[in-house]
């Protein structure tokens, strides 16, 4: 009788456990602010000012490219931050993103879209934020 109860006991706890991991999907960094510096240029940095506030630590990865006046799209390497990439809590930096050579000048795109691991669950089931596009221009 009392492994019955130690089983459906541990079970339930199970359940609400995985329940309360799959129902958690809002994205652990809200972002207030990204904007460029200022120009870049065709194989230069671009330097992009953030402000935002780290929610928890997760495992993430920011999906990266650069479309160009011409909407030529160039992927960029992604970034990898394993649990997290800075301390929780608001914060401020800048990132340095390199501009491709062949892109062309004009107004241009910086876009990123995260994918964050805060659970076993997220494993297989990773929660997504809303991709960000950054607007910059390339000189010549």
């Given at each position: 009788?009392?492994?019955?109860?130690?089983?459906?006991?541990?079970?339930a706890?199970?359940?609400?456990w995985?329940?309360?991991?799959v129902?958690?999907?809002?994205?652990?960094?809200?972002?207030?602010?990204a904007?460029p510096e200022?120009?870049?240029?065709?194989?230069?940095?671009?330097?992009i000012?953030?402000?935002?506030?780290?929610?928890?630590?997760c495992?993430?990865?920011?999906d990266?490219?650069?479309v160009?006046?011409?909407?030529?799209?160039?992927?960029?390497?992604?970034?990898?931050?394993?649990?997290?990439a800075?301390?929780?809590g608001?914060e401020?930096?800048?990132?340095?993103?390199?501009v491709?050579?062949?892109a062309?000048?004009?107004?241009?795109?910086?876009?990123?879209?995260?994918?964050?691991?805060?659970?076993?669950?997220?494993?297989?089931?990773p929660?997504?934020?809303?991709?960000?596009?950054?607007?910059?221009?390339?000189?010549?």
């Open positions: 009788m009392i492994w019955r109860v130690i089983t459906l006991t541990s079970l706890l199970l359940a609400g995985a329940g309360w991991q129902s958690d999907r809002s994205p652990p960094v809200v972002v207030y602010s904007k200022g120009p870049a240029v065709a194989g230069g940095p671009l330097r000012a953030y402000t935002l506030n780290r929610l928890r630590q495992d993430t990865i920011v990266r490219m650069v160009d006046s011409r909407q030529t799209r160039f992927i960029l390497d992604p970034l990898v931050f394993a649990t997290g800075g301390p929780i608001q401020q930096y800048v990132s340095v993103v390199n491709p050579v062949q062309a000048p004009g107004p241009a795109i910086y876009r990123t879209t995260s994918r964050f691991t805060c659970s076993p669950i997220n494993a297989l089931w929660i997504y934020a809303p991709s960000r596009e950054i607007g910059f221009v390339i000189e010549p």
